[in-house]
């Protein structure tokens, strides 16, 4: 620890660097002994419950992308569902592969699911 880091009582945020509030951290270094740290427990602390938040919110964010593609897709199945409700059965099996080529296309991002058969 250098010489104007001994001197310091408190942390950056006003925390005492005493008691509880205070751990060491020993910084490994290359080819020389470990730099010791003081920490303050309470941003530590801070730090790591902003960091858990900021990571939940970011699977939120992708969970809600995935539901929404998937209600997209629902959508897209059950338009295709009406539309060969009640046809003629010998048009089915070329609508089907029709149905299987669009399907193909839009699972592999060519084309979004909201646009219209």
Known sequence: MSST????THCPNGHPYSG????????????????????CRECANRRSKEQAEAKRKV????????????RARDHFIAQWCRE????????????MMRFGE??????????AWDEPI
Request: glycine share 4%.
């Open 84 to 95: 060969i409700e009640g046809k003629d059965a010998l048009a089915l099996p070329e609508k």
């Open 59 to 70: 699977e939120r964010a992708a969970l809600a992308a995935c539901e929404e593609e998937q």
């Open 5 to 8: 880091n001994r001197t310091k």
């Open 20 to 39: 509880q509030n205070l751990y060491l951290y020993e910084r490994p270094q290359h080819n020389r002994p470990p730099y010791v740290e003081r920490r």
């Open 102 to 111: 669009q399907y193909t296309a839009r699972s592999q991002g060519e084309v």
